[in-house]
Every structure is written in structure tokens, then in C-alpha cells.
């Protein structure tokens, strides 16, 4: 499964914005697909995961409530609607797939590129 997230750019503080990741070779309807971000001298950090049916959503508590992950496995892509954006959202954003539901960045298998998102206050 190659994966490609794109949706990045800058926006000021309070803005939204909606990141898409794509299978662009093979299917993830079988996988978990989550979100990570990563800034620089950081370990990249867990944002969000959404099981393969789509049923269930975990989010971290730094996003709950602003973040919505959701999946279209017929068109083999996953979104993160970002709302009521913060400038510590900054970073680099990752989509990633596995097999179990975790939070741990190492236990998915395959990554996409990352899409940078920028807040300003």
C-alpha cells in the first residue's frame, strides 16, 4: 500500500482545514488508517485512528472535539477535518496504516509523504 496525504497549507488561528489521505497504489479497506504529526526534535505524535469499518475513532485529547477522522473505503481515502486550528497544530502531518489500533507510530506498517500544516496566531 503506497499512501499520499495532501490537504496541508497555512492558516491563521481558529481556521479549518481538511487533510486527505489516498491509497495511491493497492487498498487499505482491511487497515486501520491513523493520523500522526511530528515537529521538528519531536517524536511524532499520535492525532487520530479510525478502525477499517469506520465504526470506531480514537483521538488524542489534544484534538478531541476539533479533530474528525473519517474514511470513504470506496474511494480508498481517509480525511482529518481540522477545525478551530491552534498554532501548536503546527507540524507535519503523516497518515498511516496498520493492523491494530494503536497509538504507537512504530507499530504501522506504511506511511504517506506528510503535508505541512501551519497555523499562525
Known amino acids: 500500500v503506497q499512501l499520499q496525504a495532501s490537504g496541508g497549507g497555512l492558516v491563521r488561528a481558529g481556521g479549518s482545514l481538511r487533510l486527505s489521505c489516498a491509497a495511491s497504489?493497492?487498498?487499505?479497506?482491511?487497515?486501520?488508517i491513523a493520523w500522526f504529526r511530528q515537529t521538528p526534535g519531536k517524536e511524532r505524535e499520535f492525532v487520530a485512528c479510525?478502525?477499517?469499518?469506520?465504526?470506531?475513532?480514537y483521538y488524542a485529547d489534544s484534538v478531541k472535539g476539533r479533530f474528525t477522522i473519517s474514511r470513504d473505503n470506496a474511494r480508498n481515502t481517509v480525511a482529518l477535518q481540522m477545525n478551530t486550528l491552534k498554532p501548536e497544530d503546527t507540524a507535519v502531518y503523516y497518515c498511516?496504516?496498520?493492523?491494530?489500533?494503536?497509538?504507537?507510530?512504530?507499530?504501522?506498517?506504511?506511511w504517506g509523504q506528510g503535508t505541512l500544516v501551519t497555523v499562525s496566531s
Open positions: 498511516a496504516a496498520g493492523v491494530v489500533i494503536t497509538t504507537h507510530h512504530r507499530q504501522y506498517d506504511y
Open positions: 497504489r493497492g487498498t487499505f479497506s482491511k487497515n486501520v
Open positions: 479510525i478502525t477499517w469499518s469506520g465504526s470506531s475513532t
